[in-house]
């Protein structure tokens, strides 16, 4: 009895039941945490877009020039370009891919949707003639918005 009362340290079963149940809880937490950070990417890339959509709307109103918003998925980059009267000038240009990681896929090809100085699109500088679908997906996370004819843009669930 007197010899397990000086006993010292832990035994080779213990440290190893320990480093097994670290283990485990190690694995589930990286994969957890890998799911969110995609969700976040696509997030936060759509809620850009969004933005980027709600300045190109805000740019022509207050320039009085037409403003596009071009989707280009090839390249998945966003940009805002002022038709000025010295010629086309990018007001603002995001780099999905590098800035989110994060591919950009729409319902055919480049989307150009001009906006007006009266706020609303216009299909005479632009393509969307119809509704388009622009998708936003980090691996197996999609965040997507629906872009009108007029301009509106929606929030796809």
Excluded: K, W
């Amino acid at each position: 009895m007197q010899r397990l009362r000086h006993r010292r340290g832990f035994t080779l079963l213990e440290l190893l039941i320990v480093l097994v149940v670290g283990g485990v809880l190690s694995m589930v937490t990286i994969q957890s945490f890998s799911q969110v950070h995609g969700s976040l990417g696509a997030r936060t890339a759509q809620s850009t877009f969004m933005t980027m959509h709600a300045q190109a709307r805000a740019s022509a109103v207050e320039r009085g020039h037409n403003v596009i918003l071009r989707v280009d998925p090839s390249s998945d980059r966003v940009e805002l370009e002022a038709q000025t009267s010295d010629g086309p000038v990018v007001v603002r240009s995001r780099a999905f891919a590098s800035d989110y990681d994060v591919s950009l896929e729409t319902d055919g090809g480049v989307v150009e949707l001009c906006m007006t100085p009266r706020g609303f699109a216009s299909t005479s500088c632009g393509n969307v003639t119809s509704r388009v679908q622009v998708r936003f997906v980090r691996g197996d996370r999609t965040r997507s918005v629906t872009l009108l004819p007029l301009g509106q843009l929606m929030e796809d669930t």
